[in-house]
């Protein structure tokens, strides 16, 4: 008895037609005949029945039925076991990271992975949150730490680390910190220094910008929050940043909520939705990582 015999019979029984049977498994249907018939014969008894226009089952069909569906599935699972073996044995994991971002908790996520799994293979790249997120989706990224407006991008697994507001960044003295109330017009009246199109931070910027019809001057681009900071710091613009990234420079710079801008910029960790057992793993360490750090990580 071969798994392949009972899985044409499965076939047969489930489709009730051999032509069926035999396009489902990819064999000829004389291929599916001859086998279930050999089949019969070691079992000493007939397990279809081939006299009316679909097959049937006989009693002992019905019977062995149950038994080749669970004989079929145990199979299916020594395979799955030996491929989440090898899957953490071997293989190369590709993670992404927004640039703009200190990612200390990824950092030990990754450390933590590659202790467990030494022979699997991890890379990082950097890029902005649109490229990393369409990296994930075509497979040329397993995981990517991205800034989103409001929430993850649907149809992938995700982990949201953190969810805060834009502030406007100035210097002491600039004339933004004589209003009680900071708006999204207000702050667009000034040269803006913005993270480049493409970042969490900087769509939750254009939706705003387009809902509350603003038009701003941006007068320059940072991909790093850093250089922003010190953009504004030298008065060439307004910077646009997260609460978490603005906290740094907190010494020097004067950080102001926009308060009519209610889309939250977010940071989350992004996967496929099919994730394989490297990549579950690779997860399981950053929901680890990632859980008591909130203030070790900023938003980019």
């Known amino acids: 008895m071969e798994l392949r015999q009972l899985e044409y019979f499965v076939a047969v029984a489930e489709e009730a037609n051999f032509t069926r049977a035999a396009e489902r498994v990819h064999i000829s249907q004389s291929g599916v005949s001859a086998q279930l018939r050999q089949l019969e014969r070691e079992l000493g008894a007939a397990l279809i029945d081939r006299s009316g226009r679909t097959a049937t089952l006989t009693t002992a069909g019905a019977a062995a039925l149950v038994h080749a569906r669970a004989a079929l599935a145990a199979a299916d699972a020594v395979r799955q076991a030996v491929d989440e ?17 200190t990612i200390t908790p990824l950092f030990d996520a990754l450390s933590a992975f ?3 799994h030494p022979g699997i293979e991890l890379s990082l790249v950097e890029g902005n949150s649109d490229r990393l997120v369409e990296g994930v989706r075509a497979g040329a990224l397993d995981l990517a730490l991205i800034g989103a407006a409001d929430g993850p991008p649907a149809g992938l697994g995700a982990l949201p680390i953190i969810t805060e507001r834009l502030v406007a ?18 702050v667009a009246a000034h040269p803006l220094v913005c993270m480049p199109e ?19 001057a941006i007068a320059l681009q940072a991909s790093a929050a850093d250089a922003a900071a010190d953009l504004a710091l030298r008065g060439l613009g307004v ?10 420079y907190a010494d020097r710079l004067r950080a102001l909520v926009i308060d009519d801008v209610e889309t939250s910029a977010v940071l989350a960790l992004v996967w496929a939705a099919s994730p394989g057992p490297a990549l579950r793993e690779l997860v399981v360490r950053c929901r680890e990582a990632f859980r008591p750090a909130g203030d070790l990580v900023r938003l980019g």
């Not at 960044?169 to 207000?186: D, I, K, N, R």
């Open 169 to 186: 960044v100035v210097p002491e003295g600039h004339p933004l910190l004589e209003s009680p109330v900071t708006t999204l017009a207000e």
């Open 198 to 216: 493409g970042t969490g931070v900087r769509t939750v910027l254009d939706r705003a910008c387009a809902a509350l019809a603003v038009r701003p």
């Open 239 to 248: 910077a646009i940043l997260s609460e978490s990234m603005a906290e740094r």
């Open 85 to 101: 073996v090898n899957g953490l044995v071997r293989g190369r994991l590709t993670v992404g990271m927004v640039i703009g971002c």
């Open 114 to 116: 590659h202790r467990a």
